[in-house]
């Protein structure tokens, strides 16, 4: 991951009013008791102000999540999809190192996101210009971590 904050830091992350962090909690609305905590997260630089409960901010500071798949790889393709485009998370980036590819899913309409964009090694994923930042992420790098 530090590869890949590095590169976000560097694509003027902070000029833009955003700033990047791993292990901060995403407050869901699906229960009064519902969070996740995303591997990266792009949030606003005041998410503080949105802060909810324990290290949970509300959904409105998010720009991006993403999250790499492990042991619980369903989770990150089934279930935090759903949550994620109901609590109107705008870009939710998956790197499937089960199926070998990253999956970009954005713009959630009624609690859905569109059918992902699906990149494979090799090609680049482009950070969507709703982030606030101008990036092409590789696949191979995401796929294959620092």
């Known amino acids: 991951?530090?590869?890949?904050?590095?590169?976000?830091?560097?694509?003027?992350?902070?000029?833009?009013?955003?700033?990047c962090l791993l292990g901060i909690g995403l407050w869901l609305p699906t229960g009064p008791e519902d969070f996740a905590v995303p591997d990266l997260s792009i949030v606003e630089e005041d998410f503080?102000?949105?802060?909810v409960q324990i290290n949970c901010y509300a959904p409105r500071a998010f720009r991006m999540v993403l999250e790499v798949t492990a042991c619980?790889?369903?989770?990150?393709?089934?279930?935090?999809v759903a949550c994620?485009?109901?609590?109107?998370?705008p870009v939710?980036?998956?790197?499937?190192?089960?199926?070998?590819?990253?999956?970009?899913?954005?713009?959630?309409?009624?609690?859905?996101?569109?059918?992902?964009?699906?990149?494979?090694?090799?090609?680049?994923v482009p950070v969507p210009e709703f982030v606030g930042v101008t990036l092409d992420l590789s696949v191979d790098t995401l796929l294959d971590g620092d």
């Not at 503080?48 to 802060?51: F, P, Q």
């Not at 619980?72 to 935090?80: I, Y």
């Not at 994620?84 to 998370?89: F, L, T, W």
């Not at 089960?98 to 992902?116: F, S, T, W």
């Open 48 to 51: 503080l102000s949105t802060h």
């Open 92 to 124: 939710y980036v998956v790197v499937d190192r089960r199926h070998d590819e990253v999956l970009l899913h954005q713009n959630p309409v009624d609690g859905r996101y569109p059918a992902p964009q699906r990149f494979r090694r090799g090609q680049t």
């Open 1 to 19: 991951m530090t590869r890949l904050i590095t590169k976000f830091f560097d694509a003027g992350l902070e000029q833009a009013g955003l700033t």
């Open 84 to 89: 994620y485009a109901e609590a109107g998370i």
């Open 72 to 80: 619980n790889w369903s989770d990150d393709l089934g279930l935090k």
